[in-house]
Structures are given as structure tokens and as C-alpha cells.
């Protein structure tokens, strides 16, 4: 629908439903018969009674198209163009604005406005869906009137077995406000089925997740971190192991859409890490196509596959922020996708000293699959501010606690080998010999910063396949 | 009456598939269904007759009334034990 013209010379939007409306009603017939004035109405065709010059847009038509967000709204037009707008009663503002004087005599010397009805929340999203001239190209799908919309979602395959939120047209639009990218945008090549996932896609699923739109981004972000050759999706959805995507969000907008890396971050309980990993999981499933029993081959699954993401705790990290531990740069909005194969707690409540607590740190990381499989993991080990602070007391870079834990998980052969230990998993017999068999690869462990300020805990993400035969990390900004 | 945007990948009809039907009833167990709408029941009665000389195994079922959809309990019944179901509307 094309933006319609306003007239030349001075315009009012107005309603009845507002006293402020009501209290200049006359002035606005005083400004007419003086200078001339159109006066737009949002509710009441007859309001005011004291205009004649009076224009019915009780479509919201003129006011939506026209950005009116308070009514009264006073604007200048000249040659087809808005020269100036005021907003509100205002004898000081007013005055110079229309070069009229004594305007309103009797009237107090100022009133606030009241919202317009064109931006009204009961209103917006339907007037947008009405105006804005949609680029929504998904199919509609229309269910019966007989049809419960929950159970039909259900029912057609589309949710990750609890509730989604319907993908109205109206709710899509909305969401779509949450970026600037174009909603035909193709984001990634979604697998398991290639399937070409646009911006649009890509915001109802978030829509269904329960995502808020400013939350797109982020949930673009991730759609883009894991659907890729090296991240490789399609292996973590085709593995027997129960492998997901975590998604570790740094920069400000954690605290811009209000994520949680304190208390029980990796938990329940907070919409916007819930529903961003969720919305992940969404996009795979639905326009990927991955559904576990098909290509999903997991034999047990884990709880994260739901959706798995939380922020990391910059302000209170002794050290810098994940994401440019591979590659991105401090202080920019990105997140990190790692695949991992649920969270193990490691605790150690005695230690005050790194070197006991990178002891213990490491015997978590040994017990990752197997304590005898070696080589090539990955890991993310997740501190909690009271285990990190004894490295910041005792002045440890990350670099320096890495190199420590790593040293610490290499093992001598032969008691990894097979039939060591009376278990019959283990390395193959010729490397008996070796001295220290790494139980991470090199640069496979990363470390964050997360969870609340009591409890001497940590939090192990155990990686799946990793390298060029599994999936790698990655880090993605996060762009508007 | 709901209209949504498709999330997937769009490479399925989007609307309810019908199942295959049968080249044949012989074998097969057939459900009447009697909506409760006066001489339903007369006509099932003689569809029963037919079918049952072709072979086809018959089980009766009927809504408690014809003004409100069938039970759950009732379509489960339906859906578990018949492989073909036939809902008679009659006035």
C-alpha cells in the first residue's frame, strides 16, 4: 500500500478517547478558520465537533503511514512533504508553530498527549500485517475452525514435543522487526536437507519458540554458527552419540535482550536462553528436516537438544571473553556454537590452590566417554566464579590454566590400552609405549566464565567427534 | 480459525494426506459408525448384509449423539480396531 499524501499547510491527528484531544478541540477550529487546518480522526468521525475541515481515518491508514505515535499531533506540510511536527497541547510550542497568537485563551499552558491509536498494542501487529505491504512469501496454512491450533502443531510435526507459539502472520512481522536483514535474506543452506533457510524461516521458528524479536539476531547468529561444512550439523544430528549445538552468547547484548549467566544459567527459567537455543533447534528440525529416528540417529538424546544456550559472565570473568579465544574480538556481540554432549558437574570444594584445582579439573576431563578413549576431544569447561577466582587470586592467565589442565589429562599408554585396567575398551595395543597420550586435542579445550557467586563448582561440556572428522567450534558476530 | 505461517522447509503438501485406500475389502475389518440420527441404523443394517458377503469383517460403533463430534475414546476405539470405517448420515 503506497504512503497516502498529506495536504499542504497544517494537519492534526486527533481522538476522541483523549482529553488533551477534547481540550484543544477549539483551538484546533480557531487555527482552522484563521489559517487553515486538516484534522485527521482516529476514532470518531465527528471529533471535533468544532472542525469542519475533518478526515475520517478511523482505518488508521494516514496516522500508521504517517509514523503518529500521540495524538494531538500537529504537523507542517509543505509541497507534499513534512516540514515540522509537535505533539501534545502546548501554548508555547504551538503558537510559534502555527504564527498565531493568543491561541487557546483559558486553556492551562500545557497537557500531555495520549498514544495514538495507529500504535495501540492491541493494534499494532494487525494495522502492520494490513500496511506494510508484506514480503512474507511461507505458505499459509489455515486451520479449521474445529482444530485446536496447539494440538495441530503437534500433530503436523512441527514442535520439539512441547508447545510452540502459532506463527501468525502478525507475529512473524513483529518479530521480523527484531533485524534489518531483508526477510528473504537466505541465511544458510539448513541440513539435513539443504534446504535453502531465508530470514522469514528462520523468525517463525523463533516466533514459535517464544522468542522476543530482539532476540533475532542472536537467534540468527546461532543458525548461522552450526549450519556449515566445519561445524557440521548434519554429523551431530546423524551420530549415535547424543551430541547438540551449545550456544555461548558474549558482548552486550547479553544484558541488551536480558540473558542469564548467574544463577542456574544453563537451566531453566530464563526466556531469552531458552527460547533462543530452542529456536535453534526449531530451524533444524523444521526446515532442515532433522527429527530424531530419521536422520537424528542419537541413541539416548540429552536434555540440551531441546535447546542449549546461555551468556557467558564477562564482568566477572578474570579473563577475556570466549568468543575471541577463537577468533572474534572482545567486547563484540557473537556467539559461539561448540558440540557437546550435555554438562557433567565437577566439583572440588577443598582446593585453594590452582594447582589442586586443576588436578581436579583434569580427572573430570579424563572421565569424558570413556577414562580410556583418548585423543582428539574437544571440551568446554564452563568455571564457576568461585573456582575461577582462585586463578585470579593467584594471577593465572586462561592460557596459562589450559596448558596446566591438558598437561594434566595426558596419560601414559599403558593404561590406556586395551585390556588395561581390566577393561577391555582402550587404545590400540602398539601405542603401549607412548608417554603422554592427551586426552584433548591441541587447542581443544576452551574455558568460560558462568553461574552464580556460591558454590564451588564447575561445569564440563564434553565435546563430540572433533577436527575436520567431527564438528568445530565456531564463532559467529552477531550482526543487527 | 487460524492462519499460520509454514515453518519448514516447504517440501511436503502442507495439507492432510488421505490415507491409501484399499482395491479391496475382503479381510478387512469395516467400522460402521451410527451418528445417532434417526434410521442410521437401518441403513448400516443393510450395508452390513453387503459387506459381509464380500468378505469384509464388520464392527459396529455409535455416537452418543449426532450434535457433538464422536468421544476420544470412542475415535481411538474406531481407529485401533477398523481398517476402514464407513459414517452413516441419515434424516
Known sequence: MTKPALPDGLVAFVKRDCPTCELVGDVLADIEARTGLTTYTQDD???????????????????WHHDIETVPTLIRV??????????????????????????????????????SLSVDPNLANDLMVKFSGS?????????????????SMFQRGWTDGLPVVPPTEARVLAMLNGTTRSPSEIVVVAPP?????????????AVMAGCKPEYLPVVLAAVEAVCNET??????????????PVIVVNG????????NWSHNAMGQGNRANSTIGRALQLVIRNVGGGRPGEVDRATHGQPGKLGFCFA????????????????????????????TCGTTLITDQLSREPESLCRSLAAGLLGMGNSKSVLGFDAMLVLGPEHASRFRDAGWSKEQLIERIVQLTERPGSELVRGAGGITEGIPAFMAEAENVPKVQPGGLMIAHAGSGAGLFSMLLPGWVSGEMGSQKTTVPIRP | MTTVLDPTGERKPSDWQRLERPTSLDGLTVGLLDISKPRGDVFLDHLQIRLEQIGAKVERFKKPTFSKPAPVDLRHEISTTCDVVIEALAD
Open chain 1, 78 to 115: 509543505e509541497n507534499g512533504a513534512e516540514v515540522e511536527r509537535i505533539v501534545g497541547w502546548s501554548r508555547e510550542q504551538w503558537e510559534p508553530f502555527t504564527g498565531l497568537e493568543a491561541l487557546g485563551g483559558g486553556l492551562p499552558e500545557w497537557r500531555p498527549g495520549c498514544g
Open chain 1, 231 to 244: 561445524f557440521n550439523m548434519h554429523g551431530l544430528l546423524a551420530t549415535t552419540m547424543p551430541a547438540g
Open chain 1, 252 to 259: 552486550e547484548i547479553r544484558k541488551r535482550i536480558g540473558m
Open chain 1, 193 to 205: 536437507d539443504l534446504v535453502d533457510c531465508t530470514v522469514e524461516k528462520v523468525a517463525i521458528n
Open chain 1, 135 to 151: 514480503e512474507i512469501s511461507s505458505r499459509r496454512i489455515v486451520f479449521a475452525a474445529q482444530e485446536d491450533e496447539f494440538d
Open chain 1, 45 to 63: 468521525p465527528a471529533f471535533p465537533e468544532a472542525v469542519n475541515q475533518r478526515i475520517d481515518d478511523t482505518e488508521l491508514s494516514v496516522s
Open chain 1, 312 to 339: 557467558e559472565d564477562e564482568e566477572g570473568s578474570p579473563w577475556g571473553p570466549l568468543n575471541a579465544d577463537l577468533g572474534g574480538v572482545a567486547g563484540e556481540d557473537a556467539v559461539t556454537a561448540f558440540a
